[in-house]
């Protein structure tokens, strides 16, 4: 049977391969720099709730299509590329390259709320294709509707999380937003144990056939 936790890790994995892969590119495109530049302007020049408008409703935009089978998968390649190169170019643009800009962003907080957020909207998408195919009752669907609820969560907390580093990060001292793993360890422990009690089936069953797998060890 195919482990939802393991299509979310390789998923996650291959999403951070991207990622960091693609932003090291020596990509140049000055329009996609003059614009890119220009949403950050106005979305980091706003108050702390309509930054989280700006940044939560466009994340879970993102995420609500790779839940969509087939669709999900192509659309979450696309967007991390897209993103990457984005990265890319902002590094080229600033003489460096955007491996540094990467890195810089993964020792954030908010990087590992909002990367794996889409790693689990498209393993869940994954999911339901061998869901469809299994042909499992309908009650089985609720686990991956809770796991969408799971999503918006946590895509919610990490565009407050953003939203507070971009201001700390504006102010006298920017490194006061390395303050915000404060909260953010808490919030990452809290998800990790909401993830397993909406996927405890399958750990579930792991413990069931444990004693079997101890029989026939013993034989």
């Known amino acids: 049977m195919i482990k939802l936790r393991r299509l979310f890790l390789l998923t996650f994995i291959a999403e951070l391969l991207i990622f960091a892969i693609v932003s090291a590119l020596p990509i140049k495109d000055p329009a996609l720099y003059t614009s890119f530049r220009s ?16 940044i939560f409703p ?15 998968p192509a659309w979450f390649s696309f967007s991390m590329v897209t993103t990457s190169v984005v ?34 909207a498209v393993s ?29 969560i946590e895509l919610a907390l990490a565009g407050a999380i953003e939203s507070a580093e971009i201001i700390l990060e504006q102010s006298a001292h920017p490194f006061y937003a390395f303050y915000m793993w404060i909260p953010s360890i808490p919030i990452i422990i809290f998800l990790i144990m ?21 029989i026939f060890n013993m034989q």
């Open 39 to 54: 949403q950050d302007r106005a979305i980091v020049s706003k108050p702390f709730f309509s930054m989280w408008l700006s």
């Open 58 to 72: 466009h994340n879970l935009e993102v995420a609500s299509i790779e839940f969509i089978p087939i669709i999900g």
């Open 87 to 120: 990265v890319a170019v902002e590094g080229t643009a600033a003489h460096i390259s955007g491996f540094f800009i990467f890195l810089s962003l993964m020792i954030l907080p908010h990087s590992w709320l909002e990367l794996p957020a889409y790693a689990v």
């Open 124 to 152: 869940t998408s994954i999911y339901l294709i061998y869901y469809l195919i299994k042909r499992y009752p309908a009650r089985k669907y609720l686990k991956l509707l809770y796991m969408y609820l799971f999503v918006v």
């Open 194 to 214: 909401l993830y397993r009690y909406i996927d405890r089936d399958e750990y579930h069953q792991k413990k069931e056939e444990k004693p079997v797998d101890d």
